[in-house]
């Protein structure tokens, strides 16, 4: 029996979870916004986009981790079910933990994590029940200096590089990025990953209904970063 991605994603595996609302930081949050009960975020897309960018300037400072962001308390109130507002896209890579460079707490991040960002079908699956299930307002594809996935895709397309076992077949879909980055002013590498983020950003804008109607509708947004590894800012550069 055929099953249609729609169906898919409302009886995926975490379909027996109870959404919360958003946690916004201590003393930002919206009414009911701590509830337990069934609801979903307040937050609209550029809200939860004003909490990232305010969670990695406090990251750049070294400033406090915010309190109540992971005790007892919190890890007890989002057993009940998860809101987080933000489906965050991003690398593998053990330097980019995207909850310490945000600022953000337990259950706030909706996590998509493989080497390179990119989106397969498994991946895709996971974002749309993000948007559809869980009422996430805002994606964010995250990139960052240095990947190793995207270093693999420029070895390919200047060296002829070819990689063992599976770890080819997770590189090809950055080959297009590397080439659409050859020829610009910079660094390649660099550029690559930023073009590897608008790659991705593009598809998930130009997706299905799921996302493309929200988007349609401004409740939902797609934005492209980029983490720095050595100042731990975070360039918001493709925000549609």
Excluded: W
């Excluded at 379909?15 to 009414?31: F, T």
């Excluded at 995207?150 to 200047?158: D, E, G, H, P």
């Excluded at 060296?159 to 077949?169: E, K, L, M, Q, Y």
């Amino acid at each position: 029996m055929k099953l249609d991605r729609r169906r898919f994603v409302a009886c995926a595996c975490c379909a027996a979870l109870v959404p919360l609302a958003a946690l916004a930081p201590l003393g930002a949050i919206a009414p009911n916004a701590r509830a337990a009960g069934g609801k979903r975020t307040d937050l609209s897309p550029d809200q939860a986009l004003a909490l990232l960018k305010e969670g990695n300037r406090s990251f750049t400072t070294d400033a406090p981790f915010r309190r109540g962001a992971t005790d007892r308390d919190r890890r007890i109130e989002i057993a009940r079910g998860q809101t987080p507002f933000v489906v965050l896209v991003g690398c593998s890579d053990s330097r980019v933990p995207p909850e310490l460079l945000f600022g953000r707490g337990l259950g706030e991040l909706f996590i998509v994590r493989n080497a390179g960002n990119t989106v397969d079908s498994t991946a895709m699956g996971s974002i749309e029940y993000g948007v559809v299930e869980l009422g996430v307002p805002l994606i964010v594809v995250l990139g960052h200096e240095k990947c190793g996935a995207v270093q693999a895709a420029v070895s390919v397309v200047k060296d002829n590089a070819v990689f063992p076992g599976s770890i080819g077949r997770m590189v090809e879909p950055i080959v297009p990025a590397v080439l659409r980055a050859q020829g610009q002013p910079g660094d390649l590498l660099d550029n690559a990953v930023r073009e590897n983020v608008r790659r991705t950003v593009l598809r998930l804008r130009t997706a299905e209904a799921l996302l493309a109607d929200p988007v349609k509708a401004g409740k939902l947004k797609i934005v492209g970063a980029r983490y720095d590894l050595d100042d731990g800012s975070v360039d918001f550069f493709e925000e549609g």
